[in-house]
């Protein structure tokens, strides 16, 4: 979840911890709206490392699709929201079994 452009922005993920636990979106949108009170803090060793964890995870996940012999099409990172959904929209029409 975050703010782009003054507009808050979910993403699958954001909708899927949702779906899990309602409570979770009230601390998300505090964690994205706490940036504008100045009130964020700099990201420590912990974080670093569990966002670490968490990219090693997904790496590691994806790649167990693949050998699955599943089509994967990963989408790259990018601040242009309209080429990341006109991407995921190609993917989608071209059957990816994961995107």
Known sequence: MQRVDGRLVLSPT?????VACPHIT???LQAATSG?????????????????????HEADYLQR???QGLTV?????????????IETLRAMREG???I
Request: proline fraction near 2%; charge should be negative.
């Open 14 to 18: 954001d909708l899927t911890k949702h």
């Open 65 to 67: 699709l693949k050998d």
């Open 96 to 98: 990816a079994d994961v």
């Open 36 to 56: 504008e009170r100045g009130g964020a803090k700099a990201p420590d060793d912990a974080l670093n490392l569990i966002f670490a964890k968490g990219n090693a």
């Open 26 to 28: 009230t601390l998300d």
């Open 73 to 85: 099409t990963e989408i790259a990172r990018t601040s242009d929201k309209q080429l990341a959904e």
